[in-house]
């Protein structure tokens, strides 16, 4: 079984409609994060979490945010589904190594979203 | 926000060749990270590297944590199919609780 499970893996919607996408992990990790990812661009931070209290802003947060249910539970929301939200998004998980925090990041399979 | 100078773009092989690759950064990092994306996969991470001067091998694959901590290479010998993909490093400042930041991508197809 995958360490790191993202649903749906695919998505079609239409403007202005609310969608959430859902990561679960098995790792036992306590950070956990989510990215886009446009052609071109590579991947692009857009909220993470160090653990179910904690919630942070990355580089582009704007139109999006998330909710951490549990250690294992991540899911970020669009609330308003805008067409250049079209994008693949990655969620990623990591743990603190010894006394230093190493960010080796694990990925989910990803969710294609199509906003139309 | 900030990204890593990663090259080649792209890369067109004939199998059995052997490849490299690198990133550079104008800042220092104390981890350096390769990762390797399939089509409609997520980034699957290949080899890690936390020291400066570190060599690390994975396979065919062999990478190295550049000794001014600003810099990465990833090198692959003997080029088959299944490399074909997208490879990403990544790195992480040298404080703690910063995140990671990501090249944009090399992307490596063989030719048959």
């Known amino acids: 079984d995958a360490d790191v499970t993202q649903t749906p893996r695919n998505r079609i919607t239409k403007t202005g409609k609310r969608i959430m996408l859902e990561c679960s992990q098995t790792k036992g990790h306590d950070r956990m994060y989510w990215y886009r990812q446009d052609p071109g661009l590579g991947l692009r931070l857009i909220y993470y979490s160090f653990d179910v209290k904690d919630i942070n802003k990355g580089e582009i947060s704007d139109g999006y945010s998330v909710s951490r249910q549990a250690q294992a539970k991540f899911s970020l929301s669009l609330e308003s589904a805008i067409p250049n939200q079209t994008a693949l998004y990655f969620c990623a998980t990591s743990d603190l190594r010894g006394w230093e925090v190493s960010d080796t990041q694990y990925f989910g399979p990803g969710t294609r979203l199509t906003v139309l | 926000g900030q990204q890593l100078n990663q090259s080649p773009q792209s890369m067109f092989i004939q199998e059995g060749e052997d490849v490299s690759m690198n990133c550079t950064s104008s800042s220092i990092f104390n981890t350096w990270l390769w990762y390797k994306q399939d089509p409609g996969e997520g980034p699957v991470l290949l080899i890690a590297l936390y020291k400066a001067g570190e060599l690390t091998s994975n396979g065919r694959l062999t990478a190295q944590f550049g000794i001014t901590r600003k810099d990465s290479f990833l090198n692959i010998s003997a080029s088959i199919p299944s490399d074909v993909g997208i490879y990403f490093c990544?790195?992480?400042?040298?404080?703690?609780?910063?995140?990671?930041?990501f090249g944009t991508g090399t992307r490596l197809t063989i030719i048959p």
């Open positions: 990544a790195g992480q400042p040298n404080f703690g609780n910063e995140k990671l930041t």
